[in-house]
């Protein structure tokens, strides 16, 4: 059934192509690129994520997290995708379904981070635009669920504009930055509209050909 299927790592990583992104599934050469990144980025992110272990930027460490996605992506419990410029093939940042359900629920939760030098840009809300038609079409998804602190405000425009809808509030939601904080819980569903004056579009879904790297080294 088609709510069931899953997407093996075994194929080539798959590359949607967007408005003005692409996102590709993460691969072992993209290491040099993403460690600058998140490096460059430390102080930017550090309010927003949980605590990064001492060894995070590390090539073992990114060999390790290569292991957990393949694994992840293979028993359909997340697929992480890296977002590249459309227009010079820059690494910016990350975006995430995670945590998937599946029987009577089909949920998902949706995570992202950007890179500090491409923040404030509008990348962010067009990968979100763009993995929402693979998350309730390829993946069969229903319902895809976030969380934001209360005073991150550029998270809810970009939530809210992509057709999420606040749920609820959780007290002490998540651990943020050595905290437990609370965060504004947010959902959208299949049906629900991406906003006004734009539609749901179906970006390309295309297979990631090998020697073609969009960043990093091998």
Known sequence: ????????????????????????????????????????????LTPWEPTWPPYDLTRGSFRRRMRRYARDVR?????PF??????????L?????????RGVTQTASLGYWMGAPHAGKGFM???????????????????????CLPHNTPSIR?????????????????????????????ARLAGDPIGPARGLEAPSLVPFESGKELSGDA
């Open 1 to 44: 059934m088609a709510l069931f299927r899953t997407v093996s790592w075994h194929e080539p990583p798959m590359l949607i192509e967007g408005e003005r992104v692409l996102l590709r599934m993460p691969q072992m050469s993209d290491f040099a690129a993403w460690s600058a990144l998140r490096e460059q980025s430390r102080p930017f």
């Open 75 to 79: 028993e359909d419990i997340a697929y």
């Open 82 to 91: 890296l977002v590249f410029s459309a227009a010079d093939r820059t690494l």
């Open 93 to 101: 940042g990350g975006v995430s379904l995670s945590n998937v359900r």
């Open 125 to 147: 809300g067009a990968a979100v635009r763009t993995l929402l038609p693979f998350a309730h079409t390829t993946l069969g998804l229903r319902r895809i669920e976030a969380a």
């Open 158 to 186: 970009l939530l809210e504009g992509a057709g999420f809808r606040r749920e609820g509030y959780g007290r002490e939601y998540l651990c943020i930055n050595g905290l437990w904080q609370d965060h504004l819980l947010y």
